[in-house]
T-cell receptor, first 116, second 116 residues
Framework: KQEVTQIPAALSVPEGENLVLNCSFTDSAIYNLQWFRQDPGKGLTSLLL?????REQTSGRLNASLDKSSGRSTLYIAASQPGDSATYLC???????????????FGKGTHLIIQP | GAVVSQHPSRVICKSGTSVKIECRSLDFQATTMFWYRQFPKKSLMLMATSNEGSKATYEQGVEKDKFLINHASLTLSTLTVTSAHPEDSSFYIC????????????FGPGTRLTVL
């Protein structure tokens, strides 16, 4: 069974800082890995998708890397802004968990607060 | 593109009643949709994979007779919580996998279910 751990669980920093959020997973037999943000009481917004054959993906101030063999991914946020405040979720996908293939397994997330 | 909607966004019901939640992909076709559940301060947990035109596949520990899933078209999946009880109160989120999109999943805004 896939297990996902995200470190740190919470982070509060002043705006402008560059941040690294860490994600580790136990089963490296994945098809891809997605990073999401979740605002309080809301659904998920997809930030980046990395295929298992890729090493990293970039979108604006966000960069995500994937080391599939070691079961790790990092999300790098450059020049953080108060609008980046949210919970960030890491979700490796595609591990057959006994029910449906392609389902995502989520970590508990990193709760990020960017202070103005 | 790749917008997923859910209806209703919030529902309060009495114990013993059934509640239907709709998940729609608005601008793309999705042969596969997923249903997740999130309890307060917990990770999202995959409940079931919904396949258009066939039976859903459920994760271990999810009662298929309790959570009825119907995926009648390429843009609509429904989750019915039958005979709801207070312990079913949770945040239910669906996602849809856009065909030919490298397995990327797009999430709806979620439905907050409160059973009194």
């Amino acid at each position: 069974k896939q297990e996902v751990t995200q470190i740190p669980a919470a982070l509060s920093v002043p705006e402008g800082e560059n941040l690294v959020l860490n994600c580790s997973f136990t089963d490296s037999a994945i098809y891809n890995l997605q990073w999401f943000r979740q605002d309080p009481g809301k659904g998920l917004t997809s930030l980046l998708l990395i295929q298992s054959s890729q090493r990293e993906q970039t979108s604006g101030r966000l960069n995500a890397s994937l080391d599939k063999s070691s079961g790790r991914s990092t999300l790098y946020i450059a020049a953080s802004q108060p609008g980046d405040s949210a919970t960030y979720l890491c979700a490796p996908g595609g591990v057959y968990s006994g029910g449906g293939a392609d389902g995502l397994t989520f970590g508990k997330g990193t709760h990020l607060i960017i202070q103005p | 593109g790749a917008v997923v909607s859910q209806h209703p966004s919030r529902v309060i019901c009495k114990s013993g009643t059934s509640v239907k939640i709709e998940c729609r992909s608005l601008d793309f076709q999705a042969t596969t949709m997923f249903w997740y559940r999130q309890f307060p301060k917990k990770s999202l947990m995959l409940m079931a994979t919904s396949n258009e035109g066939s039976k859903a596949t459920y994760e271990q520990g999810v009662e298929k007779d309790k959570f009825l899933i119907n995926h009648a078209s390429l843009t609509l999946s429904t989750l019915t919580v039958t005979s709801a009880h207070p312990e079913d109160s949770s945040f239910y989120i669906c996602s849809a996998k856009r065909d030919y999109s490298y397995n990327e999943q797009f999430f709806g805004p979620g439905t907050r279910l409160t059973v009194l």
